[in-house]
């Protein structure tokens, strides 16, 4: 004869498992979005590029953007691959700014059409 202790047991271990996993992806999915928004904050302002170079990580070459902004002087704005993945020279750029200290912000490059 089965013990229907057994089956209770199983099914209760099962489901505080799966409740142990919707927390890990949660806290996973809180952590992702504070990361993505550590940038978010300070002001926006736009800027037009107007050359690329890089710099030295132990990881390797990073991209740096050069930018003159509205004002009329140029920054150095170190950024990642994928922020500027699609600028040219003469783009618009979105960037962040907290004080003095500029970042690219979450639009990233647009055509200076736009």
Do not use: W
């Amino acid at each position: 004869m089965a013990d229907p202790f057994l089956s209770e047991a199983r099914a209760e271990r099962t489901q505080r498992g799966f409740g142990l996993l919707l927390v890990i992806a949660l806290i996973g999915a809180a952590i992702f979005v504070a990361g993505r928004n550590r940038a978010i904050g300070g002001e926006t302002v736009e800027a037009r590029v107007l050359r690329f170079g890089s710099y030295a990580t132990e990881v390797g070459e990073m991209p740096l953007v050069v930018v003159q902004l509205d004002n009329g002087s140029t920054a150095e704005v170190r950024a990642g691959r994928n922020a500027i993945a699609g600028c040219e020279r003469g783009s618009t750029i979105s960037l962040v700014q907290k004080g003095r200290a500029l970042g690219v912000g979450p639009k990233g490059c647009h055509d200076a059409s736009r």
